[in-house]
């Protein structure tokens, strides 16, 4: 992995134990008042605003090439779909991601996931598929038991050059984050840390069929949402460890 970096913090003593890569990656955001995104946040997690606003995003991607540290990808449980809803909070200065849910086409990193990094994951019906011209066309239909349904149907190609985020930007506020941020059944509040060089972004064009991902969280994506489409990127994730929010 290259050295060159953006994160604001030194890398965890502990060795990674996880390796990915993730393709084909959109992120798509919207602009939404900060109580109705705080509502849905637990106690300890302190939502981050930028002019006013929360921000919350749908990111369809790829993952492959997953595989713990020591060992290589594993044909059939190293490449899926995954989509996920999110926002940004910061706990003790460490700026990071919280997800409101993360559909996978995996039942195994489905159940890996919930178990081991308590986050919402969720068992869903996914496609994609790459046109001549660069679009690609991303379908995804929740079938998880006990779990409100949602469907996202878009097609979205890059629509100009691949840069890094200038620091300071809105595009680099909403991917510069280098953790996640997750809860356990007894409340208590996780950090799991990740690592990957910094983001090559575009502005993207999408056109959505149809998205209901925000509606059994009170989101209404109304609007032109702020889009871009990221090359691919190798990331590397540590285990969650629990973590004192102030």
Not at 231 to 242: F, G, N, P, Q, Y
Request: include cysteine; charge should be neutral; charged fraction near 25%.
């Amino acid at each position: 992995m290259k050295n060159k970096s953006d994160r604001t913090w030194p890398l965890p003593r502990q060795p990674w134990v996880m390796k990915m890569t993730w393709s084909e990656l959109l992120f798509a955001h919207w602009p939404i008042e900060p109580e109705v995104v705080a509502r849905r946040l637990p106690q300890g997690i302190t939502l981050d605003t930028r002019e006013g606003k929360a921000w919350v995003g749908v990111v369809p991607f790829l993952m492959s090439n997953v595989a713990p540290r020591p060992c290589p990808p594993i044909p059939g449980l190293s490449r899926f779909l995954e989509l996920n809803v999110r926002t940004y909070v910061t706990i003790d200065g460490k700026p990071g991601v919280w997800f409101f849910s993360l559909d996978a086409e995996s039942p195994v990193a489905v159940r890996t996931a919930r178990a081991t990094f308590n986050l919402p994951y969720m068992d869903a019906t996914m496609s994609l598929e790459r046109e001549g011209n660069g679009e690609i066309v991303y379908r995804s239909e929740r079938t998880h038991r006990g779990e409100p349904s949602a469907v996202y149907d878009a097609s979205y190609r890059a629509a100009g050059d691949y840069t890094e985020a200038e620091p300071g930007s809105l595009e680099h506020w909403l991917t510069a984050r280098y953790c996640l941020y997750s809860v356990n059944r007894r409340g208590d509040v996780y950090r799991g840390e990740i690592d990957h060089p910094p983001w090559k972004l575009a502005p993207a064009i999408c056109d959505e069929a149809l998205n209901t991902m925000g509606d059994g969280f009170g989101f209404r994506f109304d609007g032109q949402p702020h889009l871009l489409m990221a090359e691919s990127i190798d990331v590397r994730a540590w285990l969650v460890s629990k973590c004192v929010a102030r």
